[in-house]
């Protein structure tokens, strides 16, 4: 007791050290509000992560799924054609066969066959299988960038000598001519309830036309003002979409073609456009980088994504489950949706409406979701005899064994044991709780994350070591503060601390200046950030002072003609017999 008396009198900082190192309690890392709300739908995107990236040697021009299972999908770059796998997201096959650009390789219905055009001016079909040709097609007189299967027995196709045509493969002749375009025809596609008499075409001569193959000629024309990269016909073929320039434009078609709605999102051209495997949501690529998602109900922007290189191409496989996107670059990128990350029932359902699904995923962040029904006296004995003999089954010893009820979730009845963690401690934690503030500040910096260094910064101030852990630094271990300083002195979030932690550091530091040049170099940036952030300021200050003098004016506008709303005025004859009176009004 005497020795313990006399070392709490000769060494009063050791004793207290002692208590703080057996009490210590970690930095609490400060939580700022988030800036925008992540929405159901845009969670469901986030589940497309990428997954694989092909390189060509040739810009994508074209990119068309398989209906039929397993959804391949087909890209077309330069002189050849490469189908990929799309359960597997893996190359399957390549069809070299060509002597110039491929264009538009689309699939049949069953997926069975391909047809793609050529800068020849020739129209091929292939087997997709043994990739064999089975029929040519000779008669455009310019290179054809359209070609898709209309019905099993006719092909359509466009071409850059201004024709639409349309093709019989039993008899591998040329079946009818549309002639009406005064440009390049650049796509085209067939109506989805009458595909063997309504052929839709969009040419680069602003026009939309409607075809019917039983007359041969144009019943329906729109113009979209700008010419047509590409086309889409709704599931109904009531509405059509079409694109071009950077924005997209609705048309009625039942209405005889009228205009119902028009949007633009993209800063530069569109390239093309689809839609995903419900009909409900519409997705476009452009030159800018992006896809942007939309829903047709209201056609706002519900999701996008950016990429490294300008869009040409971009599909998505029927089951919504892959989205490959072709660049200028000659890179295909593949996105496929984790489905471990969603719920199984997570889906585009009741009639390809995200409604439901948000007000799924509200209701089981609430706790407030449907309960299904229960079960019948005589379903729930077969369900434990069922259970019953799993459990039998199951070998003594053997890994099911030693995991029986891992997947048990605990009822509110159950007594749940909670077991004492030790506590692991980051590395600013330790140094801190060693008192070792120079390292803990390097630790801080050296995670990179600014919320984690203005919040240990925070902890030095209150415990009256910051000089301590700023001073004695070399250029080595400077130079990383300053750079932090220069990178979010001006962050309106953590401003206020920086802005203390910056004057500290120049006033120990600022009787060597000159020493070093990356310290030097380090400094100038932060002082040409900080006039920068000086000029924004005064800006803002200024349209602040022209904004409160527009409100005043305002204001007292207002207030002049409640007040002259108020009295009564003269008639017309008054005003007219006195015509000083009349001046002063007006």
């Not at 390789?105 to 069975?112: E, H, L, T």
């Not at 400077?478 to 802005?499: M, Q, V």
Request: hydrophobic letters at 35%.
């Amino acid at each position: 007791r005497r020795v313990h008396g006399d070392l709490k009198v000769q060494c009063p900082r050791l004793v207290f050290a002692f208590i703080i190192m057996s009490n210590y309690e970690k930095v609490e890392i400060k939580k700022f509000p988030k800036t925008s709300e992540t929405s159901a739908e845009n969670r469901y995107w986030k589940t497309f992560k990428p997954t694989q990236t092909f390189k060509d040697y040739a810009k994508i021009t074209d990119i068309e799924f398989c209906p039929a299972k397993p959804y391949d999908f087909a890209t077309s770059a330069s002189t050849r054609v490469t189908v990929y796998d799309g359960s597997l997201i893996a190359q399957k096959r390549q069809i070299t066969r060509f002597t110039q650009i491929a264009y538009g390789g689309s699939f049949r219905s069953d997926g069975k066959l391909v047809v793609v055009g050529c800068e020849d001016s020739s129209v091929t079909m292939f087997d997709s299988t043994s990739r064999s040709i089975l029929r040519q097609f000779k008669g455009h007189t310019g290179p054809v960038h359209v070609t898709r299967f209309a019905t099993n027995s006719h092909l359509l196709s466009g071409s850059d000598d201004k024709t639409f045509r349309c093709w019989d493969i039993a008899a591998e002749c040329l079946s009818q001519t549309f002639v009406g375009h005064t440009d390049y025809v650049r796509c085209g596609r067939a109506s989805p309830n009458q595909p063997d008499q309504l052929w839709w075409s969009g040419s680069y001569d602003h026009s939309v036309k409607l075809w019917d193959t039983r007359s041969g000629n144009c019943v329906n024309t729109m113009n979209h003002g700008a010419p047509i990269e590409d086309l889409l016909v709704a599931s109904s073929g009531t509405l059509v979409f079409t694109a071009g320039e950077n924005y997209i434009k609705v048309w009625d078609v039942l209405s005889g073609g009228r205009l119902v709605h028009q949007f633009s999102n993209h800063q530069k051209t569109i390239t093309k456009i689809c839609m995903d495997g419900t009909g409900s949501r519409l997705l476009s690529c452009s030159l800018d980088h992006f896809v942007k998602i939309y829903n047709i109900a209201d056609y706002n922007v519900t999701h996008s994504f950016k990429y490294d290189s300008p869009l040409l191409s971009l599909g998505i496989s029927p089951d919504n489950r892959v989205l490959a996107v072709g660049m200028v670059d000659g890179t295909v990128n593949v996105r496929k949706r984790d489905t471990k990350d969603t719920d199984s029932n997570f889906s585009f359902s009741t009639g390809g409406s995200l409604d439901a699904l948000q007000d799924q995923l509200d209701a089981e962040a609430t706790g407030d979701a449907p309960r299904k029904a229960p079960l019948s006296m005589a379903m729930a004995m077969k369900l434990v005899e069922n259970v019953g003999k799993q459990q039998k089954s199951i070998k003594h010893g053997s890994g099911k064994w030693f995991n029986r009820g891992s997947a048990h979730v605990p009822t509110e009845s159950d007594y749940r044991v909670e077991s004492m963690r030790k506590q692991r401690l980051q590395p600013y934690d330790h140094f801190l709780k060693k008192f070792q503030y120079h390292q803990a500040l390097d630790a801080a910096l050296q995670n990179g994350e600014a919320v984690i260094v203005c919040c240990v910064v925070d902890d030095l101030i209150q415990r009256g070591g910051l000089s301590i852990a700023l001073s004695g630094r070399d250029e080595n271990t400077l130079a990383p503060l300053i750079k932090f300083l220069g990178k979010y002195l001006t962050n309106p979030y953590y401003s206020s601390l920086l802005i203390d932690v910056a004057n500290v550091t120049l006033d120990t530091y600022g009787g060597v200046l000159g020493q070093s040049l990356i310290i030097d170099e380090l400094l100038l940036r932060l002082k040409r950030k900080l006039d920068e952030e000086s000029t924004v300021q005064k800006s803002l200050c200024n349209v602040l002072g022209s904004l409160d003098y527009l409100i005043s004016a305002s204001l007292s506008l207002s207030s002049f003609t409640n007040q002259s709303t108020e009295t009564t005025l003269p008639s017309t004859n008054e005003i007219n017999n006195k015509p000083e009176e009349k001046e002063q009004i007006k």
